[in-house]
């Protein structure tokens, strides 16, 4: 997998978000985005993701072909704080309703993932009785073992306690290979520690 940025921009109404930003980036790559609240981090994200179009520029995906960025969708996964879950689903509702949408990496089945994320105990729950760091674990799992060549993590350990950030570094840590990652994080230490490259958002304003 490819992803180049040509010159690619974003704004909202007269504010430049990010500009003249180009780069290529090949799988397997970990790229940590940087930058202050507020600074266009998450923006940049859905940009990458296909979910916002750039204002001007371009971004291009390759595999096997240049992939159209009204499907590239199906490439990727992305979690976010601001990314919710159906809540009206119990845990293997929610399985079987993302696994029909992509792949596990693995054909990994629901005991199994069950297992991965911890949450044995919560398999006849609906979602909307989990507690915020149980939502981010179900978020984060769905992500990070569907088996997608680009995975995108906005803020991963928000919501996380010590234990639930050592569960979340040896999950990712397992599951980079053949992959791009993209990390958006001003917690280095914690979220974005395997990442390779690093882009500051601020760098491109102009």
Same mark, same amino acid.
């Given at each position: 997998?490819?992803?180049?940025?040509?010159?690619?921009?974003?704004?909202?109404?007269?504010?430049?978000?990010?500009?003249?930003?180009?780069?290529?980036?090949?799988?397997?790559?970990?790229?940590?985005?940087?930058?202050?609240?507020?600074?266009?981090? =998450?923006? !940049?994200?859905?940009?990458?993701?296909?979910?916002?179009? +750039?204002?001007?520029?371009? #971004?291009?995906? /390759? %595999?096997?072909?240049?992939?159209?960025?009204?499907?590239?969708?199906?490439?990727?996964?992305?979690?976010?704080?601001?990314?919710?879950?159906?809540?009206?689903?119990?845990?293997?509702?929610?399985?079987?309703?993302? =696994?029909? !949408?992509?792949?596990?990496?693995?054909?990994?089945?629901? +005991?199994?993932?069950?297992? #991965?994320?911890? /949450? %044995?105990?919560?398999?006849?729950?609906?979602?909307?009785?989990?507690?915020?760091?149980?939502?981010?674990?179900?978020?984060?799992?769905?992500?990070?073992?569907?088996?997608?060549?680009?995975?995108?993590?906005?803020?991963?350990?928000?919501?996380?306690?010590?234990?639930?950030?050592?569960?979340?570094?040896?999950?990712?840590?397992?599951? /980079?290979?053949?992959?791009?990652?993209?990390?958006?994080?001003?917690?280095?230490?914690?979220?974005?520690?395997?990442?390779?490259?690093?882009?500051?958002?601020?760098?491109?304003?102009?």
């Amino acid at each position: 997998m490819k992803i180049a940025l040509e010159n690619a921009g974003k704004k909202y109404n007269r504010e430049w978000i990010f500009r003249n930003l180009s780069l290529e980036i090949n799988s397997p790559s970990s790229i940590v985005i940087t930058g202050g609240n507020g600074s266009g981090k =998450s923006t !940049l994200l859905k940009s990458i993701s296909g979910f916002e179009t +750039p204002t001007e520029g371009k #971004i291009t995906y /390759l %595999e096997d072909q240049e992939i159209a960025p009204e499907k590239i969708y199906r490439k990727v996964s992305y979690t976010a704080p601001y990314i919710g879950v159906i809540e009206e689903y119990t845990m293997e509702e929610l399985f079987q309703f993302y =696994s029909k !949408l992509k792949p596990f990496r693995n054909e990994i089945n629901y +005991p199994e993932f069950l297992a #991965i994320i911890e /949450l %044995e105990k919560a398999k006849k729950k609906a979602i909307k009785d989990f507690s915020s760091g149980m939502k981010q674990r179900v978020k984060l799992g769905l992500a990070i073992l569907s088996d997608t060549p680009i995975l995108l993590l906005d803020e991963p350990t928000s919501n996380f306690d010590k234990n639930a950030i050592t569960w979340y570094q040896n999950l990712i840590r397992n599951n /980079l290979d053949n992959r791009i990652v993209f990390v958006a994080s001003n917690n280095q230490q914690d979220e974005s520690f395997f990442c390779e490259k690093e882009i500051t958002i601020e760098a491109y304003k102009k």
